[in-house]
């Protein structure tokens, strides 16, 4: 460790704040992140990569970081995998080194580095074949991945801000800011997204003078003015992803969840001006602690007033380095040697600003710093950390240097950030003076501007960022006058050669790491190119070059630079890979918004869903509805107290909500023509006042639905639907009255929520219901015959009553307003009719062999449910046509029956497989719902047999693997109790 | 494609939309035609659309399959090939 | 607190309420004086509230209907424009007021494009599947009964949480 670097306080606040990083208390300052907080405590070990456990420390000073990721927080507010540059300290913050075990100083996996390269490219794929995956696979999930993940989430809910602008600007440095004030000038509607917590990006530090003031001066005067003219500027916000127009923007001040916001942003254009990324040049041992990005020790230095080091060897291959060196002297630093890899052609002489070039070197020099020129850094020396530079010419003939330093700042040009094309289909270009791509078209709709289209030098980049914010206000109809682009002037231009990589043995390749992020190596790209591996894409994939969270940011463009090189190749045949979205990494909590916990899907209530829950019911999902399953207060446990339940139905009575079934009003003088469309049978042969039970089918031929449909006057119906397909049946009726009833006198209107309806079923129903509903309702419950129906009113209010059975005995069906059904239920309660929930009723059902989905399950057609009279009572009905199909009359088709067990008394259970006999053969079928009854005292089945085994009497094996059981069954009739329907038709 | 221009509604987000079905095979003589056959023109897909997050409407989109870019949006009423 | 995002959400009593489906579209016959034909078009009362709304192609939203409102319906209806549908209980009335009223339901739309040049519209709040119209200070929302809940649920903690974050 070396000894506590230079500090001066920093940029964003004063006071102090305590820490505690692995265990350690530290104090860091108001206004540092993570990463200054430690490096100003001389920490420079802040993890350990992924693959080989190999120590890691600071490359960058902000999104770009891939080495300092931390555990931040405990337990169910645990966040993995903050990087330690995005994250403002705060007090009692805890943080987590990741990837080590047992600790970051001792790591027991980094021995496997000891074999030497021990995992290399495709390494999963070539050696954990044998004998399978499964038996290495728990060693492998506890070494690898990225940190470890939450157990359970308790962060707080994002806000989220839906947004609608001309113009999002993404990047509030130099360009953003020129693009942002020419089209708010214009008189556009601007959006500006800046990921920093303050805006300038560079001005941060490339102090320059635009129109004639300095460039801190410039900045609060153009906010002042932006937020004059209405610019919605958004900081510590990152525009992650372009879903082509639609942009997601994540808020994230602090770096961390709790005041965070999720942004939906509709822009008619996108002006991309989020900078450039600078890029490291490779060399042997590249990833050890100290060596990092030249413009992170500027970002330290002039943000947080933190020096990266004491003793400095910058590596470059552009002329900005002699500016950035003097600034870091300026800051304190000792700069030992700028390495230069470009060559004597590119000396300043002849250069316009050649002589202020010279005169900065000239100074330089003066100050001790040594330039070599035509030379590059090869080797990083140093166990745990930087200790020297091993320096070789390029040229031959030269000799060797070693510089002692505690740091290396390495630059090897800057890569327009072209994320949101990478994440879709833009196009980009190679751009030789930059060693990098840009974007290959510009368009009204999205334009890269400034740094981020290859502009470099400031005042190129505010003049290309007027320009954009001038075009977008134009093609956004805005005409007002966008002003005169800023006169700037920043560091010179950096006239780059480029340089990805130093020279080096094959043998040492293995330690120049181009992805520190994956641990992927230059040796790694020539394995996958000798493996046969070679577009950049396929690349990436073996390689893992550029998969982590950071997608490359600091290794795609060098990455391809060096494919290029290892295939003898144009970087501009090579291309760069694509990456994906976020493009920083956002917390699945975030991601879910207000879809968490209970909430996580919307939940549908009838208008007795509080009584249910306030009288144990037992609640259970039913498409977005809860229905209760069985109460409490009825048995001991699921299983006793369904039983009790449908006993009670049986011999007395009892109520149930039916609320949830899916309720239709089909109305217009078409209704009937149209309902003889939508459902097998005829709807218009049902007589005002009574109902049918009705099946509709897919246009296959498929049973798609199942309900009772009541006739209400001659042009109207009501169609119910069962609960779970209630909005779906819905969308149904309304896609084909649209597609062939429109303006042809039918229309269909969803009355779900405008009725309640609650079943009174078992024989003391109607004596109960008389007892209740007063005297004006004798008469009709008297005379209501079976399916028939009647309207009146209660309490001053609609009340239809429906006699109509889904259980087997005399029932009503009780359709209410949702107003008074709390009332009537409880009355209902009141009077003896005990509420029994979808356990009892499934039990009724299927002694009755009523069907549910787990018989209309999208793969049975009515003539396999046994409904040959309705299709042929049918004429041209939605499906019907399809139904003449040869391989439906197969004898291999499947048939509704009823099961029991063949001794009177095992059990069996819905999923079972059906086969001929003991024999494992094929299945002829399945159980698709089970119960024991308590009425027959056995357990009774519904089951999908092949018709050739359908005969009444016959002998299956009903087979169970799962629950380790083989019961022979015996088909019979699916209507196992009264099959003369005597009961309800009392 | 992440707007989709409701006739009734205007421009709404695509998620406010449910994909359907691509309409029939242009000119399918029997049922089986009718439900089965799809045309697989990559410069014109007619679609049945329904703007469930909306009004509900069943739209009929005429989109270009390859740029993913709709061509047209009406209210589908009767007007399905 | 931030007077400035503070928004009230009142649930209202059960309403009245009818729908009119018309069997033509475009819709023709109707006197656009006393019919709003045009998309998300609404006719409002004495008190500014909107009484009759075109939130559907062929569909109106007739909310607390006067007799007046109500003949005029029915006659339309025996021209045979359409039918009236007694939709009772099946949309609930929400009013969302005050200055955060339209941050509240930024969370949820994209609300000056979904409300651009019509007097409401047919939206989903928060999953909910709700009828939306501008009225004097804020919004008025009829939003499906089963969802009610829910939404009020969701919507009352983004309310909180906006108002907490400008304590």
Redesign the interface.
């Known amino acids: 460790m070396t000894a506590p670097p230079l500090r001066r306080g920093t940029r964003l606040g004063s006071g102090t704040l305590s820490f505690t990083f692995d265990g350690r208390r530290y104090t860091g300052q108001v206004g540092d992140c993570a990463a200054s907080a430690l490096l100003a405590n001389g920490v420079r070990l802040m993890g350990r990569s992924v693959k080989y456990r190999r120590r890691r420390g600071l490359l960058g000073a902000g999104p770009e970081e891939p080495n300092a990721l931390f555990t931040v927080g405990t337990q169910a507010q645990l966040i993995p995998n903050v990087q330690a540059t995005q994250l403002l300290l705060r007090e009692g913050l805890t943080l987590r080194s990741q990837n080590r075990w047992p600790s970051l100083q001792v790591d027991l996996a980094s021995l496997l580095q000891a074999g030497g390269g021990l995992f290399g490219a495709g390494f999963y794929y070539k050696t954990f074949m044998w004998p399978s995956w499964r038996s290495y696979e728990p060693l492998i999930r506890r070494l690898a991945g990225l940190g470890d993940a939450p157990l359970a989430c308790d962060l707080p809910?994002p806000?989220?801000?839906?947004?609608?602008c001309d113009v999002l600007v993404t990047g509030a440095g130099p360009a953003g800011l020129a693009a942002a004030l020419a089209a708010a000038r214009a008189g556009a509607r601007i959006v500006l997204c800046e990921s920093e917590p303050l805006c300038g990006g560079e001005l941060e530090f490339e102090r320059g003078r635009i129109d004639g003031q300095d460039s801190d001066s410039w900045l609060a005067a153009m906010l002042t003015e932006l937020d004059r003219l209405g610019v919605r500027v958004l900081t510590s916000t990152t525009v992650v992803a372009d879903?082509?127009?639609?942009f997601i923007a994540h808020a994230e001040p602090g770096g961390l969840p709790g005041?965070n916001t999720v942004y939906?942003i509709?822009a008619r254009t996108m002006i991309a001006a989020a900078g450039a990324l600078e890029r490291p040049i490779i060399f042997a041992n590249n990833d050890l602690p100290g060596v990092m990005l030249l413009g992170a020790a500027e970002r330290y230095l002039a943000r947080y007033g933190t020096a990266v080091g004491r003793d400095l060897v910058l590596f470059a291959n552009h002329d900005r380095a002699y500016a950035s060196a003097q600034r870091l002297l300026v800051g304190g630093m000792r700069v030992r040697a700028i390495v230069d890899a470009r060559t004597d052609a590119h000396s300043a002489v002849g250069l316009s600003d050649g002589n202020a070039l010279q005169s900065l070197k000239g100074s330089l020099a003066t100050a001790g710093v040594e330039i070599l020129s035509a030379s590059a850094v090869t080797i990083a020396e140093g166990g745990r950390a930087v200790r020297a530079a091993r320096i070789a010419p390029l040229a031959s003939g030269g000799h060797e240097r070693r510089i002692s330093c505690d740091t290396i700042l390495v630059s090897g040009g800057w890569s327009p950030a072209l994320y949101a094309d990478l994440h879709g289909s833009g196009a980009h270009a190679y751009a030789p003076e930059l060693g990098s791509f840009v974007a290959a078209a510009q368009s009204d709709w999205h334009i890269h501007a400034g740094a981020a289209n290859g502009r470099l030098d400031l005042a190129a980049a505010m003049s290309d960022g007027h320009a954009a914010g001038t075009r977008a206000a134009a093609a956004a109809g805005a005409t007002g006058d966008s002003g005169s682009p800023p006169q700037a002037r920043g560091d010179p231009p950096p006239r780059l050669a480029p340089f990805a990589r130093s020279p080096c043995p094959l043998v040492g390749e293995k330690r120049q790491f181009i992805d520190l992020q994956n641990d992927v190596t230059v040796a790694d790209l020539r394995i996958a190119l000798a493996e046969g591996f070679s577009d950049i894409e396929h690349v990436k994939r073996y390689t893992t070059l550029g998969i982590g969270t950071d997608q490359g940011r600091s290794s795609a463009v060098v990455g391809a630079a060096i494919l290029a090189e290892l295939k003898g190749e144009s970087p501009a045949i090579v291309g760069i890979s694509r990456s994906r979205p976020p493009y920083q990494p956002v917390t699945m909590r975030s991601i879910a918004g207000?879809h968490h916990g209970d909430?996580v899907m919307?939940?549908?209530?009838?208008?007795l869903?509080d009584w249910h829950a306030a009288h144990g019911g037992v609640l259970e999902p039913m498409g977005l509805?809860m229905r209760p399953r069985f109460y409490r207060a009825s048995g001991a446990n699921a299983a006793d107290a369904a039983v009790a339940e449908a006993r009670r139905v049986r011999a007395h009575g009892g109520i149930a909500d039916s609320s949830t079934l899916g309720k239709l009003?089909i109305?217009?003088?078409e209704a009937a023509a149209f309902l003889d469309f939508m459902y097998l049978g005829k709807a218009s042969t049902i007589r005002v006042g009574r109902s049918r039970y009705m099946v509709s089918l897919r246009?296959?031929g498929m049973v798609l639905d199942d309900g009772l449909v009541l006739r209400l006057a001659e042009?109207?119906f009501l169609a119910t639907t069962s609960s779970g397909h209630g909005t779906h049946m819905l969308?149904h009726f309304?896609?084909y009255q649209?597609?062939?009833?429109?303006?042809?006198?039918?229309?269909v209107?969803?009355?779900?929520?405008?009725?309640?309806v609650i079943v009174a079923a078992g024989p003391q129903s109607r004596s109960t219901l008389a007892q209740l509903l007063g005297a004006a309702w004798q008469g009709p419950l008297a005379q209501l015959g079976h399916m028939d129906f009647t309207a009146g009113r209660y309490a001053g209010q609609?009340l239809r009553l429906l006699r109509a059975s889904f259980s087997g005995e005399l029932a009503f069906e009780l359709h209410c307003?949702?107003?008074i059904a709390a009332r009537l239920w409880e009355a209902l309660n009141a009077a003896g009719l005990t509420p029994y929930g979808l356990d009892a009723l499934d039990i009724l059902r299927v002694e009755k062999g009523y069907l549910v989905s787990s018989e209309l399950n999208g793969q049975t057609t009515p003539l396999d449910l046994g409904m040959e009279a309705l299709v042929i009572s049918s004429s041209a009905c939605l499906g019907q046509?399809?139904l003449d199909?040869p391989a439906f009359h197969e004898a291999s088709r499947p048939r509704l029956v009823g099961l029991r067990a063949a001794d009177g008394r095992a059990p069996f259970l819905a999923g079972a497989q059906l086969t001929i006999d003991a024999a494992p053969t094929r299945p002829c079928g399945y159980i698709t719902s089970s119960v024991y009854s308590p009425t027959l005292g056995e357990w009774l089945g519904l089951a999908l047999l092949a018709r050739e085994r359908a005969a009444e009497g016959a002998t299956v094996m009903a087979r169970d693997p799962l629950r380790g059981r083989n019961t022979p069954v015996r088909v019979v009739s699916p209507v196992h109790f009264d099959p003369t329907s005597a009961r309800m038709k009392v | 494609m992440t707007r989709l221009a409701c006739p009734f509604c205007g421009p709404r987000e695509l998620r406010e939309f449910e994909f359907h079905k691509t309409g029939p095979a242009a000119g399918g003589q029997g049922e089986f035609e009718r439900v089965y056959l799809r045309v697989a023109d990559p410069q014109l897909s007619i679609e049945h659309w329904q703007h469930v997050g909306g009004c509900r409407a069943w739209l009929l989109v005429h989109r270009n399959p390859s740029s993913g870019l709709p061509l047209a949006v009406e209210l589908l009423a009767g007007n399905a090939p | 607190m931030n007077s400035s995002d503070t928004c009230h959400i009142e649930i209202h009593g059960q309403d009245r309420v009818l729908e009119f489906a018309a069997f033509h579209w475009p819709a023709s016959g109707f006197d656009p004086a006393a019919w709003p034909v045009a998309p998300g078009g609404a006719i409002r009362d004495a008190t500014d509230q909107a009484c009759l709304l075109h939130f559907a192609p062929h569909r109106w939203l007739a909310a607390n209907p006067t007799n007046e409102m109500e003949q005029q319906l029915d006659s339309a209806a025996h021209a045979g424009a359409g039918v009236k549908l007694d939709v009772t209980g099946k949309w609930q009335r929400i009013t969302i007021t005050g200055p955060g009223a339209v941050r509240l339901l930024a969370s949820a739309i994209e609300l000056n494009a979904t409300l651009d040049g019509r007097d409401c519209a047919a939206v989903t709040l928060f999953d909910c599947p709700a009828i939306i119209a501008r009225r004097n200070g804020g919004f008025e929302l009829w939003v499906q009964s089963s969802y009610s809940v829910d939404f009020l649920a969701t919507a009352g903690r983004f309310r909180a949480m906006l108002q907490h974050a400008h304590e």
């Open positions: 809910m806000a989220t801000e839906h947004l609608d879903n082509h127009g639609e005041s939906r509709r207000f909430a919307i939940t549908r209530r009838t208008p869903h509805w009003e109305a217009g003088p246009e296959d042009d109207r969308s309304e896609h649209a597609a062939r009833w429109s303006a042809r006198g039918a229309t209107t969803d009355l779900t929520d405008a009725w309640a609609d307003r949702p107003a046509a399809l199909r």
